[in-house]
């Protein structure tokens, strides 16, 4: 499974923090979205997200999800 690394979207509407429908093969997973303002000037860049995104199969996306899951359930109970 891939690391999280650094991401953006060019668009102002806030990414998905789960995307199954970009890929058949890929679920990319998004966390700690940041709205970054649009700058002015020559090197100026419209408003935007930048966020945490980790890439997994479909088959390790599910094992996250249980992980998850199972770890809330912990939580709840401890």
Known sequence: MQ?????SNSSSLKPDE????????VVYVRKEFVLVPATEGEQGSPEHW???????????YELYQDN???????????
């Open 3 to 7: 690391e999280w690394y650094e991401a």
């Open 18 to 25: 789960v995307d199954t429908a970009t890929s058949p093969t």
């Open 50 to 60: 930048t966020y945490k995104e980790k890439k997994m199969t479909r088959t390790e």
């Open 68 to 78: 998850v899951a199972l770890r809330d359930y912990l939580d709840m109970i401890s």
